[in-house]
């Protein structure tokens, strides 16, 4: 049984609309034919067809009239664009959730005018897997009964923390980019482990698990991950060892670096 009665609407039809509507499926959120995309690419239509079995349209206005829930799920700089055509389609039975990296409720809400209430939310695709790490931020005309909807949302595919809008951006930085930059260090575990003589799908395999685990180990124990760190790390032993080469070689400075540099990008695409 679905425990979510709202019609969801998705503009634009990418991955991340594809992984958010899967994502709320695989939870009995919602059923099928409460979730419609609209979307002007036919290949982005077709694949959150098949993804997701549900339907698909060419027309935005369409869409929000079907819709009362709108995600804006288009890419920051398609913003003013997308919504300046169809700002007479919204009213205040409208509540549009954001996912527009940079994009602020105050940028929104001077395209729309007054009538929707706005939410802007920061997810990552690990939504797909029930896995996502997401925040949200509520815009000035947006209820408390808005921000428990999105929080149920967010939080039926992962956790979700409610932020000062200010803090969106530094979101996006670090949980919107960082499944790149965790894909990117598993799979230079993997390749470490192929040079060492093992084959590629264990190395994979085993690269991929201990990522997992030891981001379980840091949200179930409750500890530090220093703490952890040294619970492995024994005196003159391996772990050690191959810390030390780590740190030379600058690897804690340069996932720091990339946090920022993610950050930076999100407020430029936002005008900030």
């Not at 007054?114 to 949200?136: D, E, F, H, K, W």
Request: with cysteine; glycine share 12%; net charge neutral.
């Amino acid at each position: 049984m679905t425990r979510f009665d709202h019609h969801l609407g998705f503009i634009g039809a990418g991955r991340m609309a594809t992984a958010l509507a899967r994502g709320f499926l695989e939870a009995r959120l919602c059923a099928r034919d409460r979730i419609t995309a609209s979307d002007p690419l036919p290949a982005a239509r077709q694949q959150f067809a098949e993804t997701t079995g549900c339907a698909v349209l060419v027309d935005n206005a369409e869409l929000v009239r079907a819709s009362n829930v709108v995600f804006l799920a288009v890419k920051p700089q398609q913003v003013p664009g997308v919504l300046a055509p169809i700002k007479g389609e919204f009213a205040p039975r409208h509540l549009v959730i954001s996912i527009a990296a940079g994009v602020t409720t105050g940028g929104i809400a001077a395209v729309l005018g007054p009538g929707p209430r706005i939410i802007r939310v920061m997810p990552n695709t690990p939504c797909l897997v029930g896995q996502s790490a997401s925040a949200y931020c509520l815009g000035s005309s947006a209820t408390a009964d808005d921000g428990t909807l999105v929080a149920e949302l967010l939080k039926s595919v992962g956790i979700a923390f409610e932020l000062p809008e200010t803090h969106l951006d530094a979101v996006t930085g670090l949980s919107g980019s960082g499944p790149a930059f965790v894909y990117l260090v598993t799979e230079a575990l993997s390749d470490g482990g192929v040079r060492m003589g093992l084959p590629r799908d264990v190395a994979l395999a085993l690269a991929a698990q201990t990522v997992r685990g030891a981001a379980e180990m840091v949200l179930r124990s409750g500890q530090h991950p220093c703490v952890l760190k040294d619970q492995v790390a024994s005196p003159g032993g391996t772990t050690i060892a191959g810390l030390q080469v780590l740190e030379d070689r600058g690897l804690r400075g340069a996932l720091m670096a990339a946090v920022e540099a993610a950050t930076l990008r999100s407020r430029e695409l936002g005008g900030g």
